[in-house]
């Protein structure tokens, strides 16, 4: 059975850090892609970045470029994302999600979901 869980979510001023965790099981993390999104209130869901583990690409949308990095760590199947220099604008559910490809935040393209971790900027 494939599982993502997030964690690592919670209320902080804007300006604070965060760290979202991803861990993986079921699938042989080195051959998949695993991206970041985020769902806000009445909004889309929008791909955050991504991590091609098969190659070490990494991808950031422009509205978290220079704040949030992403890594991986192989020992433990497990995705990171740190945000830094948060803003109420970030204030979303984030989730994780892993693709065989990397096609780019296509939302179709990733087929294990993980359920999600709310975070909350105040002002």
């Known amino acids: 059975e494939v599982q993502l869980v997030e964690s690592g979510g919670g209320l902080v001023q804007a300006g604070e850090s965060l760290r979202l965790s991803c861990a993986v099981s079921?699938?042989?993390?080195?051959?998949?892609?695993i991206g970041w999104f985020r769902q806000a209130p009445g909004k889309e869901r929008e791909g955050v970045s991504a991590?091609?583990?098969?190659?070490?690409?990494?991808y950031y949308a422009d509205s978290v470029k220079g704040r949030f990095i992403i890594y991986s760590d192989n020992a433990s199947n497990t995705v990171y994302l740190q945000m830094t220099s948060l803003k109420p604008e970030d204030t979303a559910v984030y989730y994780c999600?892993?693709?065989?490809?990397?096609?780019?935040?296509?939302?179709?393209?990733?087929?294990?979901w993980g359920q999600g971790t709310q975070v909350t900027v105040s002002s």
């Open positions: 991590i091609v583990n098969s190659d070490g690409t990494i």
């Open positions: 079921g699938i042989t993390f080195d051959d998949y892609t």
């Open positions: 999600a892993a693709s065989w490809i990397w096609a780019g935040m296509d939302l179709d393209e990733f087929e294990y």
